[in-house]
């Protein structure tokens, strides 16, 4: 089982920064890709951004191409997510969520495809 663990999320105004981290302490989570979606209040979950296993392929939701950079640091377990020129819209629970892949395959943006999810981190954009 793949615990993981959500940080980064806060009060922000239109047009700052935050970033996101997503952290396990089990090594296994470098044979994961990894996803991080969004729901936002009365809302459906939705999918903002993923990473393959390898770090080189990676996906992201018309919404955040241009804005939000996603990485990952596989000595330190670690998933980014670097949100820049946040919009009041962005406000939400942001999920990381991860499932074990082979090294060749590309990411998913179905939140059913993912095993493994976090407790989620709010994110609030003021204008």
Known sequence: ?????ESGGGLVRAGGSLLLCCSTSRRAFSQHAV??????PGQEREFV???SRSGGTTYYAESAKGRFTI?????KNT??????????EDTAVYYCASRRTILTASPE????SYSYWGQGTQVTVSS
């Open 35 to 40: 996803g991080w979606f969004r729901q936002a």
């Open 49 to 51: 951004s993923a990473i």
């Open 1 to 5: 089982h793949v615990q993981l663990v």
């Open 79 to 88: 998933v980014y997510l670097q949100m820049n020129s946040l919009k009041p």
């Open 109 to 112: 943006k179905q939140a059913g």
């Open 71 to 75: 990485s990952r640091d596989k000595a």
